[in-house]
């Protein structure tokens, strides 16, 4: 937060939320009160009041405060898949990367060895969900042993 940021400036920014909050506790209140307006107002509250509010008060410049996410580069935005064109480049990528840690010294050798095994087994989304799969039973399967 920026320190000649004023309590309106925090107040506008955050009017959804401070309204949804507001009309969640006011409902939740009335109920455990036991008035019978309650569902009324939650209704009303989540149909009329916030809407209205996040309209009055959010810009529509703050819906693109995700843009600046960089997604890990094998999967696209929103856990889609990359484009099957642009695999081998980010394969190469995560490679990199990987040669790159190792050489820093940030890997041991079998960190490195156990990474780069991991990184060619899942270079497709089938490749990684079999891994995974694989993974869970393996898992599955000490804990059966610990069990006994």
Sequence with gaps: MADDETLRDRLRRNASGIAATTVTGTWLAALLL??????????????????????????????SEFEEYDPDPLWGRHGETAESDDEPADTADALERLRTRYANGDLTD?????????LLETETPEDAAEWAERNRAADRERDVERER
């Design 34 to 63: 036991g008035f019978d307006w309650w569902l009324g107002f939650m209704l009303f509250g989540y149909i009329v009041i916030v809407p209205v509010v996040s309209m009055l008060f959010d810009e529509e410049a703050e819906e």
């Design 110 to 118: 079998e960190q490195f060895e156990r990474k780069l095994d991991r």
